[in-house]
């Protein structure tokens, strides 16, 4: 979990609460984390009825949200109030609505949790704002995920469920999925509840409920291509040609830009064993197997040279110079000049 948003959460758990929470920055899942403990475990349900507020940015003033947060509460020690999607509130962005904001931030009502949840973007540093934002509130600003902490957070949120994923079902999610925390928590909560408590999350379960082809996957394509069997990818492509529509090539070439950039990256490692990319690269030494492999079948030239026709192929597939060929035809094409 994110250090920023595991602090928030073990003093609210722990009901120390403070006055104001910002909680900004691009990667959505801990902002609505936060965001949705507060909301349901800071009142009793008895409270919040005249306790707590929840409002959007688009449908409020500045003014308007701070009426709500200097009101005292009725019948209990605080009250609560939420501003959802905080970076649209209407007068943010004006230096009267940004002055206002600061001098409540300045002096603001003990009795009152006011949450503001700035999404995708963080107050702009270079006003008195944001500059003075993280010194007067309970901040935390949150990035999205490198490739290699998404095998730490499938881990972590399986086992907050108490699930264990082997390694090869984390990668198969890390890499279906990507960095999109919000939807990969889903996915893996998805996986879960078509699982019976106890057992061990394995890459054929996750791809049963996932919506991934056993068989015919980006995956089976990527080793086939590792080991240059044109059978196996024949195969594949074969599969995928027939059904752009439930399998579309712009992600899959997108895929496979980003590990063979990664190979181009392993191949300056100077140790080529799996620990040693591993180190190198910042991964689990379970997925190093695939990069060194690949070190193996293709040389420095032909790894530069499969990066630049999946460039080629992403431009036309975007429709640049594609002339009329399909998606299909160009993934095949991709293909066999890739194992030349």
Do not use: W
């Given at each position: 979990?994110?250090?920023?948003?595991?602090?928030?959460?073990?003093?609210?758990?722990?009901?120390?609460?403070?006055?104001?929470?910002?909680?900004?920055?691009?990667?959505?899942?801990?902002?609505?984390?936060?965001?949705?403990?507060?909301?349901?475990?800071?009142?009793?349900?008895?409270?919040?009825?005249?306790?707590?507020?929840?409002?959007?940015?688009?449908?409020?003033?500045?003014?308007?949200?701070?009426?709500?947060?200097?009101?005292?509460?009725?019948?209990?020690?605080?009250?609560?109030?939420?501003?959802?999607?905080?970076?649209?509130?209407?007068?943010?962005?004006?230096?009267?609505?940004?002055?206002?904001?600061?001098?409540?931030?300045?002096?603001?009502?003990?009795?009152?949790?006011?949450?503001?949840?700035?999404?995708?973007?963080?107050?702009?540093?270079?006003?008195?704002?944001?500059?003075?934002?993280?010194?007067?509130?309970?901040?935390?600003?949150?990035?999205?995920?490198?490739?290699?902490?998404?095998?730490?957070?499938?881990?972590?949120?399986?086992?907050?469920?108490?699930?264990?994923?082997?390694?090869?079902?984390?990668?198969?999610?890390?890499?279906?999925?990507?960095?999109?925390?919000?939807?990969?928590?889903?996915?893996?909560?998805?996986?879960?509840?078509?699982?019976?408590?106890?057992?061990?999350?394995?890459?054929?379960?996750?791809?049963?409920?996932?919506?991934?082809?056993?068989?015919?996957?980006?995956?089976?394509?990527?080793?086939?291509?590792?080991?240059?069997?044109?059978?196996?990818?024949?195969?594949?492509?074969?599969?995928?040609?027939?059904?752009?529509?439930?399998?579309?090539?712009?992600?899959?070439?997108?895929?496979?830009?980003?590990?063979?950039?990664?190979?181009?990256?392993?191949?300056?490692?100077?140790?080529?064993?799996?620990?040693?990319?591993?180190?190198?690269?910042?991964?689990?030494?379970?997925?190093?197997g695939d990069y060194s492999v690949t070190l193996r079948n293709y040389s420095g030239k032909q790894i530069m040279?499969?990066?630049?026709?999946?460039?080629?192929?992403?431009?036309?597939?975007?429709?640049?110079?594609?002339?009329?060929?399909?998606?299909?035809?160009?993934?095949?094409?991709?293909?066999?000049?890739?194992?030349?």
């Open positions: 979990m994110d250090s920023g948003a595991k602090k928030i959460l073990d003093k609210l758990k722990s009901r120390k609460y403070d006055p104001v929470y910002v909680l900004q920055g691009e990667e959505t899942y801990y902002i609505d984390l936060i965001s949705n403990y507060i909301e349901s475990g800071v009142l009793t349900d008895a409270e919040k009825s005249f306790n707590q507020v929840i409002v959007y940015g688009k449908d409020v003033t500045v003014n308007a949200i701070l009426t709500h947060a200097r009101r005292f509460p009725m019948m209990a020690e605080r009250q609560v109030v939420i501003v959802k999607e905080a970076q649209d509130i209407l007068d943010l962005q004006k230096e009267g609505g940004a002055k206002m904001l600061l001098d409540y931030l300045q002096r603001p009502v003990p009795s009152t949790l006011l949450v503001l949840c700035h999404k995708h973007k963080t107050f702009d540093k270079r006003k008195e704002l944001g500059k003075k934002i993280e010194q007067l509130t309970e901040a935390a600003t949150f990035k999205k995920p490198k490739d290699n902490e998404l095998g730490t957070f499938i881990q972590e949120h399986a086992a907050s469920k108490q699930f264990k994923m082997d390694d090869r079902a984390i990668q198969v999610l890390a890499e279906f999925v990507g960095n999109d925390l919000n939807r990969l928590a889903n996915e893996i909560d998805k996986v879960l509840i078509n699982t019976q408590a106890g057992q061990t999350i394995t890459a054929d379960l996750v791809m049963a409920h996932v919506g991934i082809s056993k068989e015919y996957n980006i995956f089976e394509l990527q080793k086939a291509l590792i080991r240059k069997d044109q059978l196996q990818a024949n195969k594949i492509v074969n599969y995928f040609e027939a059904n752009t529509k439930k399998n579309p090539v712009i992600p899959m070439v997108a895929f496979l830009y980003s590990f063979f950039s990664k190979v181009l990256i392993a191949s300056s490692s100077p140790d080529k064993s799996d620990n040693g990319i591993a180190t190198f690269l910042k991964i689990n030494r379970y997925f190093a040279n499969t990066i630049s026709l999946l460039k080629q192929t992403d431009l036309k597939l975007k429709g640049v110079d594609s002339g009329d060929a399909s998606e299909g035809q160009l993934l095949r094409e991709l293909v066999l000049r890739m194992m030349m």
